[in-house]
Every structure is written in C-alpha cells, then in structure tokens.
C-alpha cells in the first residue's frame, strides 16, 4: 500500500474513540494498530528547548539582525540535526514524551507591532518582507528539502493578528482593516504556507470577531481555500478552553471542539478534544470531520517516518555526539557576531588602545539570564559578558580589569550609588545593562514583570538609568552594552559607545568582547524600529498600523529599522536599473555598486526599498523588497544585484485586494530604512532611481 491508502486503512480500524484520542497534543497509544503514544508539543526558537544540553543560538529577533537567509537557514539545519538526534535516542529508551518528539511549534512570525509586547523577542522583527524571509529560511533548515520525508515539521504561529497585550491574549478580540490585515499581519504566514511549512498554530485571541481556533474566515477562506494549505492545524495551548471560559462564544468544552474542528483545527494543544466524543454524540461532529483531522496528522506523522523501521530513516546515523557539538558552538558564535548592532561609536570602538584600567558594571554582565532570551536550552557552558571581557584581557598584560555589579536589573538599589572616578583611576567602563528574560517574555515565564512579560515603558529602567548618569558625571568613558529582545530608548549622550547584543545565546560574551576589541567587525542590523520614546507609540490596544512601525510612522526615531554601524565606511556608489518601467507579470533587475572606503574588510548588508511617489495617506512610507549580506575587503567594491518583480510594486486596497496602480515609483538603496525625517547617525548617503509602472 502506498502512504495514502495506509492512512485510510488505520483509520478504517479505528472505533471512534481512538480516532479522538489521537487530536490531542498527547496522543494516547493505539497498541492492535502499532500506534505508540506521542507527544506533539515541541520547541526550538533558537536552539532545541526545554529537552536536556543543546546548543543555544541567539534570540530570534537576534538572527532576524543577521539580515542573512541562508545563514539561518544553517543555523536551522544545526538545530534539526540536534532535535532528530536527541529523537533517536529518546525512541531508544522508549521515551515518548514531550519535548522528545518531530514535531516543533516554531517559528513564531507574528509582527512585532509595539515594542512593549514581550513575546516580540520571538518574531523576526517588524517587517513582513523580512520576517517572510527568515521564516522561510528557518522552515527550510528545520524540515529539509524533501516535502515528503521531513526531517522535523515546524509551525508557523501565531495565526493571526497576535503581538499583545500579553495580559488579554485569552480574552482580546483584534480589530483590523483588511488592508492592515493583508499588507501586514497576514504575508508571512502566506510566505512560510507557499515555502511548504507543515503546521500551522492558532492564535490564543479573537480576530474580526471570530476565535482564531475556529475562524472560518482564517481557517477555511484563506489558510486551506486562498492559499491552498495542506498540512495539519493545532491550537495554541489550551486556546479551545478558552472559547467557553474567557471568550464566552461557547458554553460548554463540547460545543468548544465542536467548533474548532469544524472550522479546520486538528489538534488540540490542551485538554478540550476529549469532549469530541459527546459533541459527536450529540450531532455537533460527524466522524467524516474528525477522520479528515486525523488523515491530516498521521500524513505529518508519515512524512516524519514515524510508521517506518527507524533505521530507514535518512536520519538515523545522528545520535548524541552531534549534541552541543564543538561546531555548533562555533556556529552559534558567529550568530551572535553578525547578529550584534553597533549603535553608536564616537570613535571609542575598537578599544584597542590598551586603556590601563577597565571597568565592568551593570546588572547584565554576569547574568546567564541575559544570555538566554526565551524558550531556551540548557548549553553545557554558557559565556557571560563579563566572561567574554575577562578572558579577553588575561593576557593582556598592564590592563587593570575590575567588576563590581553597580545596580540591580529590575528595582531600584537600596544602597547608595558608586561613582567610579572617585577613588581610582579608571580609563573605560563597559556598562551592561538592559533588559533579561524575568522582565520581558510570555505570560507565566517573567515573573519580575507585572504586565504579565510586557513593559509599560520602552525606556531604559529608571534606576539603571540613574547609574549610568552618575557614572557619566564621574567624567568616564563609556561604552554602553544593551541586553534584551526588544527596544530600548535611552539618552543617546550618557556613553561614548554603544553595542545592542539582544540575547545572544550561549557564546554571547564571547562574541561581545570580540567586537568591543576589534577581533569583529559589527555588521548586525535592526530588524525593529527604536522609537525615541513611549510617547511616539500609538495606543497598544490598537491594531491598526497608522503611526506603527518604520513604513507608516512620520515621527524621528531614536534609530531606524535596518540600522547598525560598522568599524570601517561603506559608500552607495549608484543603483542601475535594466529596464524604466515594468507592467503587470514583469521584472526588472536592479544592480547596486557598494564601495568599503575604509581600512578594515567587512560585511554589510545592502537593503533595496520601494516607495510608491504618489502614495495615499494610509499607504507605508516605504517598503522593504530585498536584502543582501555581503562581504567588500577594504578598498574594494561589489555590485550586487535584485530581481525586482511587478507584485513588489502592488498596493493592499481598502477591501485587502492586491492592486498595481500605474505611476512613478523610487527604488532605493540604503543602509537603513530611507524616512520622510532625517536620521543619518553615520549612515551613508542612499542612492535611487525612478521606475514607472505601466
């Protein structure tokens, strides 16, 4: 029997209920089909979790700031070999259980709308261009290049319009245009569904009235009938709950299953779908719903070689030894350099001068937490910012390193400040502070927040601020290392220098003290706008993305998406165009020459936007459409070229309907996003040019 016709035929041998046991995360044992228990529920963001040792990989949002596809497609490929590893062993021992399986609820791409939102730091950014791209990138690494035997099965979460506030995520009920619908929220989920990903989650809210579980419109309309979708859907955990106990759409755990699975989930992260057996029992089901929920789950089943000797599988060589291997921790050493944005560098950075005495200080130097982000794994060693300096300067000899904590990350001290300055002698102080996983995160996770992992503010909290000053005030060079996952506005003139470095994974100390010697050469961009300041945001209740992110707000940000400075100076030379204009179906080429005119060899990443010149009030400012990572030795130049096709050009009407509107458009080249306010920081100057589309 070929794949297909084994499905029907287990199926065939099942009673009712063990058709239902089967949709929920924990599938129960089927023993007279062969059918082991499984665990559906798994995780790997940026590094297998929650599962013993693995390699932990920087932050998502982190590897969104590498602005390299193909590279996170590594980092992906890495991670499975990790998760297929720790599989087989598990089998071995007959452990079945969660956090051992195929399956992976990841990666989140939901937008990152408003830098409040504390799950932000698990999404690729703000843009829906360059989120699509690196999801794809990672689905591509995670489920391998055969579509019917995958490696792993990854998810595309959280299905739709979910970004916070993380206090109401069971009860909120977006609202949204369907122009910001489909022009923001919704062309990741259609990339990843496009580029072959096998799952895909709901999200815990209601979105235009309807829960997300069991949205028609979401589900059926565009998921399965627009897109064409073919794999299986899950709930988020415990969301069908949810309908009945906080929505209040539903009045029982029956009438709860009953409408997820008839609108197109097929299984159930919680404890709901029990209930399918009286919901069927009272007409609110037929088993021809719950078959073909099932038929979709044992396919992902199949494509993961689970019904198969576990010797056939083309995976079955990877065992422990790949787990946390000597490569993999390289890999995630360079992850968290390219990863790393330079912010600021009044030419303080490389500090190769062999300064006398250092400082460390800061509530994030020696904190592993700093390091993690969340949804992490446990490393067999993880490299604090202190450490990273520490060993950096052991041989160093004539160079005084002195560290002392200074202020607490999440209130105020209770014991006076220490202006350094007073009683030594101290050339630089290093300054970490920011933000770790307790302050920001999900919901449950940070427990030193009190929005349940979301911030009220975006600023630098107060009391690290206070110490920073006093240490200013004390006349010190410094440079400012900023941890977290999402912005932080800040005094730009209390340091000299300043690195943002995310959650930087388990060599993140390391790949810090690389850069602030010069062993690196910073080349990380922001994939988020850094608003000024809490006052610049639009209220975070509301959906639309009127004054949100880089392609719709007119205010002067504290920096701009796609920026991150480097040690040596790079210069946009010209943009080409092959053809002036472009109609429906067609494309043009866009060559962009990049010079390095300065002293050191180094990667930039050349950003290519569109701007439509007589765009409407609510249409974006501009619109990234392509990016590439390259690598100019000093002196030197590259050209680098982007297909540019006509449906980059097109603009999401009110009715969220794709159209191309004929006129004048610029092409631009930029090493950050190009806005109506100047906010060059050491940028080079963009080049454009016009193209018309028929």
Not at 279 to 292: M, P, Q
Not at 422 to 432: H, K, L, P
Request: proline share 5%; hydrophobic share 35%; net charge neutral.
């Amino acid at each position: 029997m070929n794949r297909e016709e084994r499905i029907k035929d287990l199926i065939s041998k099942m009673t009712l209920e063990e058709k239902v046991s089967q949709l929920s995360h924990r599938s129960e044992a089927v023993p007279h089909l062969g059918i082991p228990e499984y665990n559906w529920w798994n995780e790997c963001l940026h590094g297998v979790a929650r599962a013993g040792i693995a390699t932990v990989f920087p932050q998502a949002i982190a590897l969104s700031a590498t602005f390299d596809d193909e590279f996170v497609k590594q980092v992906a490929d890495a991670v499975s070999d990790e998760a297929r590893a720790k599989y087989n062993e598990a089998v071995k021992q007959g452990n079945r259980g969660q956090y051992w399986g195929l399956t992976f609820w990841t990666p989140n791409i939901n937008i990152f709308r408003d830098p409040r939102w504390g799950r932000g730091q698990e999404t690729y950014g703000e843009d829906p261009y360059l989120t699509s791209r690196i999801g794809t990138a990672l689905v591509r690494g995670l489920q391998g290049d055969d579509p019917e035997n995958l490696k792993l099965s990854a998810c595309a979460k959280h299905y739709a319009v979910h970004s916070g506030p993380e206090k109401d995520r069971h009860t909120f009920n977006a609202q949204v245009s369907k122009k910001d619908l489909f022009e923001t929220y919704l062309p990741a989920f259609k990339a990843l569904v496009s580029a072959g990903v096998e799952s895909v989650m709901g999200a815990y809210n209601r979105t235009l009235d309807e829960a997300c579980c069991a949205s028609n419109f979401l589900l059926k309309d565009i998921l399965r009938g627009h897109w064409g979708f073919k794999g299986h859907v899950v709930s988020d955990c415990w969301a069908i709950r949810d309908f009945h106990e906080y929505h209040k759409i539903t009045k029982s755990p029956e009438e709860s299953a009953a409408l997820a699975l008839n609108a197109g989930c097929d299984l159930n992260c919680g404890c709901t779908y029990p209930a399918l057996t009286t919901a069927f029992k009272k007409g609110l089901v037929t088993e021809e719903t719950i078959n073909t929920a099932l038929e979709r789950l044992l396919r992902t089943k199949f494509k993961l070689g689970m019904f198969d000797p576990p010797k056939k599988s083309r995976w079955a060589k990877l065992d422990r030894k790949v787990i946390n291997c000597e490569k993999h921790r390289k890999l995630a050493l360079k992850a968290a350099e390219k990863s790393i944005v330079l912010l600021k560098n009044d030419n303080l950075l490389p500090l190769n001068s062999n300064p006398k005495k250092i400082v460390v200080t800061g509530p994030s130097a020696a904190n592993a937490h700093a390091l993690f982000g969340n949804y992490y794994g446990t490393s067999s060693r993880f490299v604090t910012i202190l450490e990273g300096i520490a060993e950096k300067v052991r041989n160093m000899f004539g160079i005084n390193m002195d560290y002392r904590q200074g202020c607490l990350m999440y209130s105020e001290n209770s014991k006076s400040l220490v202006h350094y300055g007073e009683a030594n002698v101290t050339d630089v102080v290093i300054a970490v502070m920011g933000l770790d996983g307790a302050i920001e995160g999900e919901e449950g996770d940070a427990i030193a927040s009190d929005l349940n992992g979301d911030r009220s503010t975006i600023e630098l909290p107060p009391w690290q601020l206070k110490y920073l000053q006093a240490i200013r005030n004390a006349g010190k060079k410094i440079i400012l290392v900023l941890t977290g996952g999402s912005p932080i506005a800040f005094p730009e003139d209390l340091a000299d220098a300043v690195i943002f470095a995310w959650y930087p994974g388990e060599q993140g100390g390391k790949a810090v003290a690389d850069i602030i010697f010069g062993d690196t050469v910073p080349s990380g961009k922001l994939p988020i706008t850094f608003p000024a300041s809490t006052e610049q945001l639009p209220p975070y209740e509301d959906y639309s993305m009127k004054g949100r992110t880089y392609r719709y707000m007119t205010e002067k940000p504290l920096y701009p998406f796609g920026f991150g400075l480097s040690y040596t100076n790079f210069r946009f030379d010209s943009i080409d165009l092959s053809a002036p204009s472009i109609s429906a179906g067609g494309c043009v080429k866009a060559k962009v020459t990049v010079s390095n005119t300065g002293k050191r060899d180094a990667e930039n990443v050349v950003q290519l936007y569109i701007s439509r010149d007589k765009r409407g009030e609510n249409e974006p400012v501009t619109s990234l459409k392509g990016f590439q990572r390259v690598f100019i030795p000093a002196g030197k130049s590259k050209t680098v070229e982007f297909t540019l096709f006509s449906a980059f050009f097109e603009t999401i009407n009110d009715q969220g309907e794709s159209t191309l509107i004929s006129g004048s458009y610029t092409v631009i080249s930029a090493d950050a996003a190009p806005l109506p306010v100047s906010v060059e920081k050491g940028a080079p100057a963009p080049v454009s040019k016009k193209i018309l589309i028929n």
